[in-house]
């Protein structure tokens, strides 16, 4: 970066560049042990778990989407202002909002309204980044279908918009006091941390690993891993999302907790019924990368051409 | 090159400076919380068991955190700040797959029970989800002296020896045993009267139920609570370990002055239909009101086909005067 002749920066430079500099902080932080014991270590535990989402996994994502989504398209993303304001908020409300993993914890009140008030706040820049990749995709949508990296990136971006908005929902007091301690909040979690960092990743080998190595990988093969871990992902989320919920309320209702263990059953059943086409969508993607790279290549035509031709 | 500067030197000294205002600079500050009155270091050996507990992922599944809400009110008294000054690593934990474990200590308070329930949790809890910890166990031919072994009912006992725990398992229910919540300064030794006020209880008696005070929603879920992890939920306890109350003399006897009193102080050893229960009961008289106490009584006179008249509250209030009045005796002649 440091030899390029051009004045401005790519976004998926301010973004990786920063989520890797961002990383090395968090870990010193949370690593070192000299200064976290008792309810001082809760606190760190808090700032960690959700700085580790948000300046880690958050900015690389996003990085990704940034690079791969003009790159697929062959056109620049639709406002550079909106991705370098969405940069700057992004980090400098989500370091904040940690301590919205422990509400009505003993952790100091004041500290979990400021997590819930910045929690609010991040609407800002997932609002922002998320219009910023579906205007750059207005209007190329029916390229999709053509285009399965295309399509797992869209999926991302949707998890993106989804999952974050959910998560400043879920920070509300009155709302922790039915999911929180729930399987909600793991659905939440597999919404955000699979439904849009994982098929970002997804989507991001699939554009530009065949730039790299040449080859490949089957539109059948991208097919069933897309559906398996879509469905899968699917089923998870939602199974998760209506059983915490009667957890939660089974709580609130006075019921003997055992109650709430014997209501999840069938929510556990069909969690093991995602969690297994998840499992099997990632057999296909490592053979897929495996036509990617050593492999023999499919016969794929690139979507850039395929775009071109369709726009020429 | 003044841009890249700007997003590699300001974001990074931005975000290095929300660290330490965010992660950092509390982590210090609550580090330097005080410990709370009666909050005391770990022994050697509970410390030692908190050891498994982390080592075997128990807080995955369970909290140590009681919050100021309604439905927390059955694991203990809200968390205060104090009550973690010697909990490192943290264990508040971030879901509640099993119950809370901050009172356990209190509320399950029979050693036998604990190594029972992490052998095979479905032995004492049929319904439970929990994965057995049998590989804290050994199986031997015969027990050691001064190692009781652990009485497994029948159907998940090995075929032949008896199971008796390692140093490990000893450590953990030690460890388990000492999660008490010490009582807050200027909180009544008494428990509070829980859900169920002398106003609500009397509206509930005035609407359908059969005896004064008695609310049989309420005695089923603080049966549930407090009692069927011994005594099970069929009312027929374990033979030979937990006492059955299904047909049990003292239920059914018309005067409920002996049942209320096990209650209140606890039984150590008893004989129901030829089979001996060498066991300890806890004492529940800190534990639950008086209208508590009646709607448990009269949940177990009611239920598994017990049919013997039932309790008042005014009943549970005489036996916990006398009690208290035995003890100033007892205290007096000392």
Redesign the interface.
Known sequence: MAHRSTEDIYLSNWYTVGGVLWTCIIAIVAILPWYQYGLGQVSVSGYFMHNAVGMWFTPLALGIFYYAIPKVLSRPIYSYALGVFAFWTNLIFYPIIGAHHFLFSPLPWWLQTTAIVFSVAMLVPVWGGSANFLLTMRGRLRYMIHSYPLMFIFVGVVGYLVGSTQGTFEAFRSLQQVWHLTNFTVGHSHLTMYGFVTFAIWGGIYALLPRATGKQASVLGMGVHFWLALVGSFIYVISLSIGGTIQGLDWIHDKPFIQSVVDMKPYYVWRGVGGLLMFLSHIVFAWNVWKMTYGRSAKTVPLASKTAEGLT | ?K??WL??GG??L???I??LM???S????????PPGPNVNPLTPLEAEGRAVYVANGCGYCH?Q?V??????S?FGRP???G????????L????????DLTNVGARQSSEVWQYMHLYEPRAV?P???MPSFNFLFRVVPEAPAGVAPVPVPKPYAPPQGVVIPTQKAMALVAYLLSLKQPLLPGAAAQPATT?ITPSAAHVVSAKSTPGPGFDSAKGA?LF??NC?ACHQATGEGIPGVFPPLKDNAVVNDPNPSQQIQVILSGLHGTTIGGIAYPGQMPAFASILSDADIVNIIDHERSSWGNHAPLATAAQVAAERAKLKHWLEVIWNST
């Open positions: 090159m841009a890249l997003i590699i974001s990074t931005i975000y290095a929300l660290a965010m992660g950092v509390p982590g210090i500050d609550l580090s330097h919380t909290t955190q919050r100021p809400l309604p439905e927390d059955v968390s205060a700040p009550d973690f000054a010697y909990q490192t690593p943290e508040l934990g971030s879901e509640r797959t099993g119950p809890m319904q439970s989800i859900a879920q549930s609570a069927a």
